[in-house]
């Protein structure tokens, strides 16, 4: 594949000591179980990588209902377990509407990074939010270091 690289495993090790941000925009489709229907929405990722393979961050998501657009926020901690893949987890906060209540709940996301540059990767993404009720997700992601 020649250049193409893999997640921040890759980095130089100077970059490594000093931690690397991340900003991730994705588009995403969101399936609610429990009302048996699917919004689009987009989600924001910051992350600050400690390590090429440990880091802790933020996310925000919008997602597009009819009536409404919601809002939720999740605290991650994110893991390369291999070059190519992301995974964060962590406590989400969907933020109360006039057609939904403060929800707190449980947030796990998976990456797959195609990276052509050290700075850019994109790839698809997936992952779900458990609380009240059980939500997936599924979208394409950009993401950018520096």
Do not use: C
């Not at 901690?77 to 291999?82: D, H, R």
């Not at 964060?88 to 707190?104: I, T």
């Amino acid at each position: 594949m020649g250049n193409l690289s893999f997640a921040q495993e890759h980095k130089h090790e100077k970059e490594q000591e000093t931690g690397v941000y991340e900003i991730i925009t994705s588009s995403i489709y969101a399936y609610s179980f429990e009302h048996d229907k699917g919004v689009i929405g987009t989600e924001i990722h910051f992350t600050y990588w400690f390590t090429h393979k440990w880091g802790a961050g933020f996310s925000y998501t919008t997602k597009f209902e009819e009536e409404e657009t919601l809002h939720d926020i999740a605290l991650l901690g994110g893991i390369n377990p291999a070059p190519w893949i992301t995974v964060n987890a962590g406590v989400n906060l969907a933020l109360s509407s006039d057609h939904r209540d403060f929800k707190l709940g449980a947030y796990t996301e998976s990456e797959i990074n195609i990276r052509p540059t050290a700075w850019f990767h994109f790839g698809p993404v997936i992952g779900t939010v458990i609380s009240e009720e059980v939500e997936g997700t599924m979208g394409f992601h950009l993401g950018f270091e520096f």
